[in-house]
């Protein structure tokens, strides 16, 4: 009867640990695939940060505008993330904490391109956050400083819909930053938004799009 009882415990010991291991597998597997393919994420989201507000139409037309400088495997869209400030509940502490979000968004969140104005800029204050564009257009007068890019001298910005647009400029998330460089889908997605700055700081996008704008 004792050596049964021993040989039952030894058995449940043994289905317990089996367990254990499965467990810890499917967690390693988990980070696994986490730290290299990195989460599915549906689409590309541009930021969009201003002082004031962008009408339904405005809106509407930079989505359009940002989708047709994409390039053309663009399969999952284009989604706008708009912050407006200050926050439009108006509530104490609101729009520090809308802020705060806008912050976390560019150091953590899903967009490397972002269209932003000086107002906006200024309160980040962080230059360590955006990608120096002067080495990327050097002498091109729509740069302002080395680390914004204005948009509404270019055709991207003459489309219907954004004649009252003000005065935005295109940045692109510092490439050094760690979650550009936390996978491979992430650099993946950091090279694809800088592929639609391009289209739109030299006017070209993609063939298969009548661009809005283009004399």
Same mark, same amino acid.
């Given at each position: 009867?004792?050596?049964?009882?021993?040989?039952?415990k030894i058995r449940?010991?043994?289905?317990?640990?089996?367990?254990?291991? #499965?467990?810890?597998?499917?967690?390693?597997?988990?980070?696994?695939?986490?730290?290299?393919?990195?989460?599915?994420?549906?689409?590309?989201?541009?930021?969009?940060?201003?002082?004031?507000?962008?009408?339904?139409?405005?809106?509407d037309a930079l989505?359009?505008?940002?989708?047709?400088?994409?390039?053309?495997?663009?399969?999952?869209?284009?989604?706008?993330?708009?912050?407006?400030?200050?926050?439009?509940?108006?509530?104490?502490?609101?729009?520090?904490?809308?802020?705060?979000?806008?912050?976390?968004?560019?150091?953590?969140?899903?967009?490397?391109?972002?269209?932003?104005?000086?107002?906006?800029?200024?309160?980040?204050?962080?230059?360590?956050?955006?990608?120096?564009?002067?080495?990327?257009?050097?002498?091109?007068?729509?740069?302002?400083?080395?680390?914004?890019?204005?948009?509404?001298?270019?055709?991207?910005?003459?489309?219907?819909?954004?004649?009252?647009?003000?005065?935005?400029?295109?940045?692109?998330?510092?490439?050094?930053?760690?979650?550009?460089?936390?996978?491979?889908?992430?650099?993946?997605?950091?090279?694809?938004?800088?592929?639609?700055?391009?289209?739109?700081?030299?006017?070209?996008?993609?063939? #298969?799009?009548?661009?809005?704008?283009?004399?």
């Amino acid at each position: 009867m004792d050596e049964l009882q021993k040989e039952t415990k030894i058995r449940g010991k043994r289905h317990l640990g089996m367990i254990v291991v #499965g467990i810890v597998l499917l967690v390693l597997l988990g980070l696994g695939y986490y730290y290299t393919a990195g989460p599915d994420t549906t689409g590309n989201v541009v930021l969009v940060a201003v002082r004031g507000y962008l009408s339904v139409e405005q809106k509407d037309a930079l989505t359009s505008q940002f989708l047709g400088y994409a390039p053309d495997d663009a399969d999952g869209g284009i989604n706008l993330k708009v912050y407006e400030f200050p926050a439009a509940h108006g509530q104490p502490g609101e729009t520090s904490k809308l802020f705060g979000e806008l912050q976390n968004e560019i150091k953590n969140g899903t967009a490397d391109l972002i269209l932003l104005d000086r107002y906006v800029y200024d309160m980040l204050g962080d230059e360590r956050l955006f990608e120096d564009l002067s080495a990327l257009y050097p002498g091109d007068p729509a740069l302002s400083g080395n680390f914004l890019y204005g948009v509404n001298g270019k055709p991207f910005a003459k489309a219907s819909g954004l004649e009252e647009l003000p005065e935005l400029y295109l940045a692109l998330r510092s490439g050094k930053l760690n979650i550009v460089n936390k996978n491979a889908q992430n650099l993946e997605k950091h090279a694809y938004q800088l592929e639609i700055l391009n289209n739109i700081a030299f006017s070209t996008p993609p063939s #298969g799009y009548v661009a809005q704008g283009l004399d």
